[in-house]
């Protein structure tokens, strides 16, 4: 019998640059548009590719990129045993050390979860140290945790009281983020937090600074663009000296901070002055209170800022963001998002309404009566493109002004916003100008709202039945399936 020749696969007869490269896009495909190139897929696809064949495991070896992500669950570092007793698993130890290895000079992307009760003595402790001296190859750092104790021990471990930092500054960081995990609980759940975390430099080590350096001009984070801080509190005064080192960022997030721990008017003021580059800016139940102390200053000027997100509790914080928007100068606003992010309590207009509709009017003539608002003479957002409501009660009037003030408004995402709709359509039917909106994403929808928005030329409609599917981030069409509608007819 003639032995049959099997044939070499194609995909080994291509050179070993093409092969890598396609490694490097299989594996880094996915990059954010917050900055960062982090999917599941760049963890775990190099091992993947690595245990195919012994060529490919040399190849995939000699690409340094392929590795520079990594992704670090403290919990299954961590054995439990009796009388709660804890040792580390070596195994992940040892791939997180040849990760790093591998990586060589490469800009490290790493994501730890410290969603576990054991996360907080593993942070600071003599097996994280390998990493914490890789720090000028650090591209971004995301630390998770549901409970705040992991949180101050990385928030520790990057302060100027680091006993043990190594020197060097994290030159090539890019994005930073800090989060609580646990939603709606970040702000009101364990307010303890020991004194070390609020009298301390955030991220100061990050920039070269010891425990005797004030943070000067020379130690500069100069790539830095991203920070996002959710429910950790900081103090506000030692962080604006830390962003005040590049003046590069770019995108900024303050979310769920207890009012008692949040910056004044006066240091968020400072803050965003600190920032005159930035592009996004998202305040969700955060920044300045109007229970504390304030003056009137002038407007801070953010000619770049393209998007801006609101989040508040009810009628609590509307008046805050009131006198908030007031010192921010933002003409070139092209997305803008006010969402109510208590998910718990249902709202009535009656609840919320005047608060909520003060808010409105301002966003739509630049003018309040309250003390600590700074009045416009123009409209504070005259090019917005892009607008979206979540969870926002109030009349079908003052939705009616203030979305006839945007008349530039091409996307309109309506989510959980009773009368929002209805002052649309009812400007629709009227001989007021109905804005340029090409698209609508609306989020319930009844039966005759259904009717007068098919009325509507040159329009985009996503219609959706099914609410609690919907994310309050949604940026893109999403259709779901509803009782009321056969959508396959679109």
């Not at 050179?15 to 999917?39: K, M, N, Q």
């Not at 953010?302 to 805050?320: A, I, N």
């Amino acid at each position: 019998m003639s032995s049959q020749v099997v044939p070499r696969c194609h995909i080994e007869s291509l050179p070993v640059e093409l092969l890598s490269y396609i490694f490097t896009l299989a594996t880094h495909d996915c990059d954010s548009e917050e900055g960062r190139a982090f999917s599941p897929e760049s963890v775990t696809l190099p091992t993947v590719l690595a245990s195919v064949n012994s060529r490919w495991r040399k190849l995939a070896i000699s690409v340094p990129t392929l590795w520079s992500t990594l992704s670090i669950d403290l919990k299954a570092l961590v054995r439990s045993h009796p009388n709660h007793v804890f040792t580390f698993h070596q195994q992940p130890f040892d791939q997180l050390s040849s990760f790093i290895t591998w990586s060589k000079h490469s800009s490290l992307d790493i994501l730890i979860d410290a969603r576990d009760p054991k996360s907080r003595e593993l942070i600071g402790s003599r097996k994280s140290k390998r990493l914490y001296l890789q720090m000028d190859r650090w591209r971004s750092l995301e630390v998770i945790s549901d409970t705040l104790k992991p949180l101050c021990a990385a928030l520790r471990l990057l302060s100027s009281h680091n006993p043990t930092r190594s020197g060097s500054a994290a030159s090539r960081l890019e994005f930073i983020k800090l989060k609580r995990s646990n939603d709606f609980y970040h702000a009101h759940a364990e307010q303890f937090l020991p004194p070390m975390e609020l009298d301390s430099v955030p991220f100061a080590v990050l920039t070269g600074a010891s425990d005797q350096d004030t943070i000067a001009p020379c130690h500069s984070l100069p790539k830095l663009r991203h920070v996002d801080i959710f429910g950790v509190p900081l103090n506000w005064a030692g962080f604006l000296r830390t962003l005040g080192v590049g003046h590069c960022i770019q995108s900024l997030e303050l979310s769920y901070h207890d009012r008692t721990l949040r910056p004044t008017f006066d240091q968020f003021s400072a803050i965003i002055n600190a920032c005159p580059l930035l592009r996004r800016l998202v305040i969700q139940e955060s920044g300045p209170v109007l229970s504390q102390p304030y003056h009137r200053r002038g407007v801070v000027s953010l000619p770049m800022l393209e998007e801006l997100h609101l989040g508040y509790v009810g009628y609590v914080e509307t008046d805050s963001l009131i006198a908030l928007l007031s010192r921010l100068d933002a003409p070139n606003l092209d997305a803008l998002s006010i969402e109510d992010v208590n998910p718990v309590v249902p709202r009535t207009i009656s609840e919320t309404g005047t608060n909520v509709e003060n808010l409105l009017s301002y966003c739509a003539t630049g003018f309040s009566e309250h003390p600590a608002a700074v009045s416009r003479t123009s409209m504070l957002f005259p090019k917005l493109q892009r607008l979206s409501l979540n969870r926002v009660h109030a009349s079908v009037t003052a939705f009616s002004i203030f979305m006839s003030a945007f008349s530039e408004l091409r996307d309109l995402s309506l989510l959980r916003t009773p009368n929002a709709l209805a002052a649309l359509l009812l400007d629709a039917d009227a001989t007021i100008p109905r804005h340029s909106i090409t698209s609508i994403l609306v989020s319930p929808v009844t039966q005759p709202e259904f009717l007068k928005l098919k009325q509507l030329k040159d329009v985009g409609l996503v219609l959706t039945g099914d609410v609690e599917e919907l994310s309050p981030s949604i940026s893109y069409p999403t259709i779901s399936a509803s009782h009321y509608y056969d959508w396959a007819a679109w």
